[in-house]
């Protein structure tokens, strides 16, 4: 049995990165960039106005109620603009070019027309006033985005911005996923009493997709060694990460730890001190990774965001594994006996957090309504209300 902490220091240690790729930009959200990405161009690429307004040069407004002579106009997307001359202004629109020879832009607000003449109220006017020059945001040449940088919208739109139609990126892991149980349940199955309507599937995969990853092949095996096998075998084939739920305790029937050891996963670590989720089995061969996840849903659950995501989340570049950990105050006092650390779903409202009902393994009810695990090791087994705990924020 391992800690919580060697655990995950096992899961880091063993997750390496994995190969690159090139994706289009629009299929890029949530990877990781494996190389820098350079500006081919500069942002902005030309002098822009980011006002509504008139482009004057800044040394003509001598006091407030200077008259210019209104010569021309400049609109968004026009590409040549006319030249001005000092005394003179020109009628431009947010985002449109700057005349060259002008050095600032006074805001509609701040004028008045009068037949062909423009009134500037305001005064003084400093150079390059609503005026965004060329390389204001990046320059040609420089680097926009560093390796490592998490692909965001805005990283998206940055890039486009730019003319960038592809990225370098680490790929994501393939996935696949064994459930195991001669008392699963395929939904629309008729029930019977012994059976059940297997969700783990449902859930590991809704949790991968929210990675972003839907490259999962999925497999089910009854309890019994030779189909446990054959899946796995199957399963490794052409998979960087084989998750399995149950078959890993101790019954007669769970069959899951010596189907790995026949197929040549190390072992790196079974059972954790933790509830839920002790019988958490990790192991690898060469750079497969191997997570044999209780059956128990709420135990496979915890075990997927705590151990499996950060693995994940390394593979694919990722310099931040874990879920957001923050200390909060807890709403209701708290307490637990036993040698295990506590994992317990939670629901954090404003700057509080609340452990909720319904904390035993088999039961999802309170994980559908939570956002948050709370983390309580041993050395922290009675929680006053109003006393800081460990918070994992899922990740929504
Ligand atoms: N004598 C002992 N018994 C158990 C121990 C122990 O230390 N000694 N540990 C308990 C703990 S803790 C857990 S957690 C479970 C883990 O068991 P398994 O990983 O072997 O899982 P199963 O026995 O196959 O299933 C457990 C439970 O979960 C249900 N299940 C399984 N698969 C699914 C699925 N895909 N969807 C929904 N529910 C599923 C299954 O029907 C069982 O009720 O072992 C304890 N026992
Ligand atoms: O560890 Mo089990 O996951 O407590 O039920």
Known sequence: MVTVNEAKQKVIANSKVLSIETRGLADALGYVLAEDVIATISLPSFR????????????????????????????????????????????????????????????????????????????????????????RQISEGAVALTQGTYLSPGSIGFLQGMNVNQVTVFRKPRIGLLLTGDELLKVGEPLVAGKIYESNSAMLIAALSQEGIFDIELKY??????????????????????????GISVGDYDFVGVALQVIGAEQVFYKVRQKPGKPLMFGKREEKLFFALPGNPASSLVCYYEYVLPAIRIMTGRKDPFLRSLKLPSKYAYSFDGERDEFLKALVEGDEVMPLDGQESFALRSFAVANAIIYLPVSQSKVESGELVEVHLLPF
């Open 221 to 246: 095996a009854d309890d019994d060694l030779d189909s446990t096998i054959q899946a796995f075998k199957e399963l490794t084939e052409n998979n960087d990460v084989i998750l399995a739920s149950g």
């Open 48 to 135: 822009q106005s980011s006002m509504d307004g008139y482009a004057i040069i800044h040394t003509d407004i001598v006091k407030n109620g200077t008259i210019l002579k209104l010569t021309g106009e400049s609109k968004a997307g026009q590409t040549e603009v006319s030249e001005m001359i000092s005394g003179n202004a020109i009628r431009i629109f947010t985002g449109a070019r700057v005349p060259a020879e002008a050095t600032a832009v006074i805001m509609q607000e701040h004028t008045s027309l009068v037949e062909n003449e423009i009134v500037i109220n305001e005064f003084p006017v400093s150079a390059g006033k609503n005026v965004r020059e060329i390389g």
